[in-house]
């Protein structure tokens, strides 16, 4: 799926670098809106990266830093589709319910069959995996929880690459 001219972008940066996610409308509607909300908003400006498993996903998106927080809005109902979960794509963290996806939000770090459809893909990481991948990593023994985690710096809707 290219970026085609005057699609919104995501732009999330951090300590090591920029990174940009290409959004799929067409997939996840009201995942995407949501994420674009939350982002114009600055829901996200200095939330963690509390959930980091090596080879798997870093996580993000909640305001608690601990895996319990949500946004003001409520849940959404799933999108599922059938983008795969392959590295550098960007889904929807959710309870057991299906229909418990709010704010939190996680990118593969690697490949996770087991999530297609099941999860809802919103986007994939199109510029910056490099730092993606130099986010703290958590501790496995630990479901992936990082001490002194790594903060989003900023989230921002964007139209280019060069926009700041």
């Not at 997939?27 to 509390?50: C, S, T």
């Amino acid at each position: 799926m290219p970026v085609f001219a005057n699609q919104k972008m995501i732009r999330i940066d951090l300590k090591y670098g920029s990174v940009y996610i290409e959004l799929y409308p067409s997939k996840a509607p009201m995942h995407v809106q949501r994420i674009i909300d939350l982002a114009n908003d600055g829901f996200y400006d200095g939330l963690y990266f509390h959930r980091v498993i090596d080879g798997f996903i870093a996580q993000t998106g909640d305001p608690k830093g601990d895996g319990t927080g949500r946004s003001k809005f409520p849940n959404l109902e799933p999108e599922f589709n059938d983008i795969k979960h392959v590295k550098g794509i960007v889904s929807m963290a959710r309870a057991s319910d299906p229909a418990s996806a709010n704010s939190q939000f996680f990118i593969m770090l690697g490949d996770a069959p087991h999530l297609d459809e099941n999860y809802t893909v919103f986007g994939k990481v199109i510029k910056g995996m490099e730092f993606v991948e130099m986010i703290k990593i958590g501790d496995k023994k630990e479901n992936g929880k990082v001490k002194n985690p790594d903060r989003i710096l900023s989230m921002k809707v964007v139209d280019d690459f060069e926009e700041n």
